[in-house]
DNA sequence: TTTTTTAATGTGTTCGAGCACATTTTTATT
DNA sequence: AATAAAAATGTGCTCGAACACATTAAAAAA
């Protein structure tokens, strides 16, 4: 019983040329029924896959890969994203496989559109993006669906039938998790804040995600805690920070805040003067959260890994284009709980 | 400027037959000064990197990676590592690589040595193993150097300066991080408790890297924190539920325990009838720890991965014989905090 | 039956690296 | 200068899949 068979293999026990095994395989016609019948013989007894690295290198095709991300000068939170892709780009140069890099700012759907098109219209093998906006992104899946070019979504979620690969998290389980922490340190009794931060409310359905979750929680365990939810967003001509002051002074009477974005250490940078046994649970390993981490005024983060995200992303679409493995439709990555001691493990 | 040159493309440039210059790049001699210094001019130019995927299918080879590793049966926590192992073999059975399991009993040096004879004596590519033995580890991975053989730990560490690859956690740092668990849960001051609890006692190294880790974090933040420590082990004829039961007895006023293995679920079994209001921090997500983490008897569990860690060793390993692709000397993987929350999707 | 058309099958080349072998050039020897 | 020996260089094949092209066999038309 040999372990991998040939095409050539396969011709000599079936007592035909590789050529026509060649055209069974790939269904091209022109085999008499006879020959045929000789063939798929063969064929079901040995169970025949192609070796992906003949393949490959017969191909000898560059493939394109686009990839839709935010800028990360106006949020740090992609600035691993970027690591990532230079990782890829490293271990895979000689494999044929080309990024491009479609920016577009975090707040501008003009922008996401603009990226989009321009991306697009160097015809891909593959579209990978950051679904932000939500309608906007529903029309790139869809044209790239009818350009035939393979679409996949990383750290949002859009509802698109057609989407080949989806990576992320559970962002209603972590909130979930940060529930369950603030139990654990809280008690059966508590006063909770949900605090929405962000400098913009588009496609917002991330955090209500996360607020669902955490609300979850406490629901099911029939917890006597109370949560207030909050949106606190920059205020044109006002500084963010005088923004979180002043809701900081409004309130009182707060155990725990949990901040659904990666905008935590705004608050962590004024919760000594305001609420100083409050704890606050926030999200990602932005390097401003981590030193709030480290003095111990975020209890804990929630990591969403964005550079595993992309990096996933990329060799899954990668190993499908060279050596056809198959796409994993849709992936949930682990919620990763951090804290002081456990961060710099992460980062790498 | 082309991106990836091939030997012909520097054989045309340098004036000389693509021979000539497969004879520079791998120094088997018989090539006059003049055509050396034309083809090493051309390739100072453009920096040649041969095509991985072309080498591979010429390669041709089928490379046998042998891997050491404990009975999954005397300890479920190695479990994971044979799904790994699976998908490893489904992911690359078309690339030429097998993989040898040697199983060895966790207790028994013998079994370990055994095994590792058996193993090696089929002249493999690579050995992977876990060094639970210091001392016939370091045996193995001499003989390994010796034979030529790649040599690769994971889970546990030896000091042998020849391992080519080396795959774990900071075993003081998950110490540190479950410290760091129990500082936030119980403030400034209580009473904890170290438990090694085991069947046996051979190379307990990692246990103790635990322990120092453990207290060093609350000596740094002079904190305090009383901390005792306890050996527990199996005593023959005794059930190791009945020990567990009898230490219960023993102790009281400790606000924490904190268990160095995988065994905190026999510690949970029994808590609620001595210890209702300590908290129990442990290790690995084997089945019955989960179940006891759901119950809310085990606060905190510290995930060490074994099955990312085989993954990756193997991909690792693999990548290096049909890519060369340079082997990660040493690899520090996260230090997971699992609660009932984000458990599941550590599983899959 | 012979010729033409069409269907079926086989052969040969390519991808890039790597190595065996053949050929050519240079150097040494008579 | 002729020949032998050694050194240098070039050619061609292999790995396995894929496809273009050539060849052969069978069916249709004359």
Not at 160 to 178: M, T, Y
Request: charged share 25%; with cysteine.
């Amino acid at each position: 019983m040999k372990e991998n068979y040939t095409i050539k293999d396969i011709a000599e026990l079936a007592g035909v040329s590789k050529g026509t095994v060649d055209r069974v395989i790939h269904k091209r016609g022109k085999v008499s029924p006879k020959a045929l019948e000789q063939v798929n013989k063969v064929l079901d007894k040995i169970e025949y896959k192609p070796n992906p690295i003949a393949k490959s290198l017969k191909n000898n095709k560059i493939y394109n890969i686009a990839i839709l991300l935010p800028d990360a000068d106006a949020d740090p939170y992609w600035l691993p994203c970027y690591e990532a892709i230079k990782q890829v780009e490293q271990e895979f140069s000689h494999f044929g496989i080309k990024i491009n890099k479609g920016v577009f700012k975090p707040k501008s759907t003009k922008s996401f559109t603009k990226a989009a098109d321009l991306v697009i219209a160097e015809k891909p093998d593959a579209v990978l993006m950051v679904p932000l906006f939500y309608k906007e992104a529903e029309h790139v899946a869809k044209m790239c669906v009818a350009a035939g070019i393979k679409i996949a979504t990383f750290n949002n979620y859009i509802k698109e039938p057609h989407i080949n690969l989806e990576i992320g998290q559970d962002l209603f389980q972590s909130g979930r998790v940060a529930a369950k922490l603030f139990n654990m340190l809280l008690g059966n009794k508590a006063t909770l804040a949900v605090l929405h931060i962000d400098e913009a409310f588009q496609n917002a359905s991330h955090m209500q995600e996360k607020e669902r979750g955490f609300k979850d929680y406490f629901a099911q365990k029939e917890l006597a805690y109370t949560i207030n939810v909050h949106n606190i967003k920059k205020e044109s001509k006002i500084p963010f920070d005088q923004t979180i002051e002043n809701f900081l002074k409004s309130i009182d009477d707060v155990d725990g805040l949990f901040v659904t974005t990666s905008k935590a250490y705004l608050l962590a940078n004024h919760i000594a003067a305001y609420l100083p046994k409050s704890l606050i649970i926030g999200y990602d390993l932005v390097a401003e959260n981590i030193k709030y981490l480290e003095e111990d005024k975020i209890a804990f983060l929630i990591h969403q890994d964005p550079k595993k995200q992309v990096y996933l992303s990329l060799t899954n679409l990668i190993e499908f284009f060279l050596f056809d493995k198959p796409l994993q439709e849709s992936l949930t990555l682990p919620i990763d709980i951090i804290n002081t001691e456990n961060y710099p493990q992460y980062l790498n």
